[in-house]
């Protein structure tokens, strides 16, 4: 049985920036990734959310874009880590790459390195009513361009923003301390969903 | 298909305070219930927790306990109207009634009404090793319970602790303004995981 | 003698919003009120922050801004009751009003009313070199209005901003709960300062 | 002129843990510090509290008491770095010392070294009615024991509990990255305020 959620010490990561747990069970909860979903995941970093997401959908497949190389190697060997088939990685930077791929059921987006917005517009091309976009971002602009293109496209999405800061208590000795994660915004984008 | 996540929204709530949404996925998560999962909710107030317990254990077994007479009814009613057969719900406080129920996968606290630590020595002893027990706790005292058993039992649990404080950017014309929920506690105890 | 950090519950306030204590002392703290600074208070709300402000500038003065004719009443008594006469309340919209005021020291900008950048246009004219501007902004528009402003006025300003999330843990018999206040960013933009 | 709120940069720290600004801009305004008062810093660390009580309190007196010997040195080179003369040294560890002390109007403490009740005892003894304790925590146990001394003496004290998280925008080329500093616990007692 595999769960949502795995540990960030059970992942390779080398020196690449990881999303913690915590926002990655809540991004893949807001994906609404089904069994047989087609999932993109844009700025796959170490593949952490490409793996959770390949274990949500068995029988569907996920395609991690990544640009830098040493990462490609980590979701590679993440992949092989955890024994999962149903991940294509490609070393590409989106939107390169995008259009030759089947429509997505669910959109992962965790680094978009400055082209929020030609993404955004070949997923909305691509994505069915019903589809679901999920933004993690940890700068204000990249939370920016994204609530900036739902509000000015109104009529395809409706799209909802959360921040979350999780603060970890750490034991030292007989005392918990409190050492926090930085804050992460969360936009969900339903497609065509009113 | 039922995702982890219910919308608050879709609950019958009253006026029974309701843990949100994404401090219910993310302890849901941390719980790690398997589709035959028997599950205990302490303190089952509106009964999300149930709820989304059902659905992740269709072949298993959801226990609410609840003192309270109006949120008794909640519960009902949310598990009428989700269509889940597999919740039984208990008038009690616990710990009564622990006692005689199957030994549980998994143990959501949510209310522990002064008791915490008669609680967690029934659960101690019912719940079998590699079981999990996910305290929520919105102040200091129910936390310190917690984590002060834990530490008290060091043979028997590992745990692990976090808060999560969420805010939901809400739509005000052409503006996003940060509303803030409570800060949350989530302590996941793992029996003998060591 | 007078401290920065009046409580809350010591404001006329009705039912006009109120920037909350702990974000008062930090935006003051970090503006550099001096005994007799000029200080712009632009969207004044109740007029906590022009309160505060008088305070800490006795031989100095105060303009307050306010657009909302119930608020500007409140800054009137609030300023009664804490029998302050350094404050000079103008019932006008900013960035209207601004250009017949003596230069400022300090400028605090609560409300900008989607005038940011004319607020800022006008604001620059007028502050020396070393003069502060302090930003507190409950939407995420507001923030980016200044930080866009800021980087695109990199040869001006050196800016600096953080977000202040305060929880206050309210007794509740003898258990602390935490209740959380509204996240709020809060930029702080010195003239010339490289 | 004299601000509530040193930059963290100013200070000489080595590998001491330092309280950031803004809950050192809290925790002093919360202190009520008057120009002639006398300051216990309990727990002083860097100093970094002494230094800003010092500048609060330019006629009164801060005795600053640190148990380990190279935290001792930084107080001392931040006292000369900052030209201030009403800084105590004290090289012990709290309760011990307090005894001989002149009885304080405002106490800080940001490290009790698992003496929290010990040195509470002692300063319910000099504090005098209408005196400030501002206890500054980044364990839950700290917090605890300070609040639980509290409810044990509530004939002696009111108190007021918040936590405080900032996350400063970092800039990154032309984005601006949320960075999470730890959250603190910042509780006020007031001595006989009923």
């Known amino acids: ?38 999932v993109y995941d844009i700025g796959a970093g170490t593949g952490s959310f490409s793996i959770e997401a390949a274990r949500l959908a068995p029988q569907g497949q ?7 190389a040493e ?8 992949a092989e880590k955890f024994q999962l088939e149903n991940i294509v990685i490609l070393h590409r930077e989106a939107p390169e790459g995008l259009e030759a791929l089947p429509n997505p059921d669910a959109v992962l987006i965790g680094g978009s390195g400055r082209h929020m917005e030609e993404i955004l517009d070949i997923v909305t091309e691509k994505l069915p009513e ?7 971002a940890i700068t204000v602009q990249s939370l920016m361009q994204c609530i900036s293109y739902m509000r000015a496209h109104k009529g395809n999405y409706q799209y909802d ?8 208590l750490e034991k030292v000795g007989s005392y918990d301390m409190a050492k926090a994660l930085n804050p992460i915004f969360i936009v969900t984008c339903v497609k065509g969903a009113f």
Chains 1, 2, 3, 4 share one sequence.
């Open 130 to 136: 019903g589809g679901h976009i999920v933004v993690t």
């Open 1 to 38: 049985m595999d769960f949502l959620g795995i540990e960030d010490e059970a992942f390779l990561r080398g020196k690449v920036p990881m999303t913690k747990q915590e926002i990655r069970i809540l991004a893949l909860a807001k994906a609404h990734i089904t069994p047989d979903s087609i």
């Open 62 to 68: 996920v395609y991690a874009l990544e640009k830098n």
């Open 71 to 78: 990462a490609v190697s980590l979701i590679q060997a993440n």
């Open 161 to 168: 923003a959360i921040q979350v800061q999780v603060s970890r």
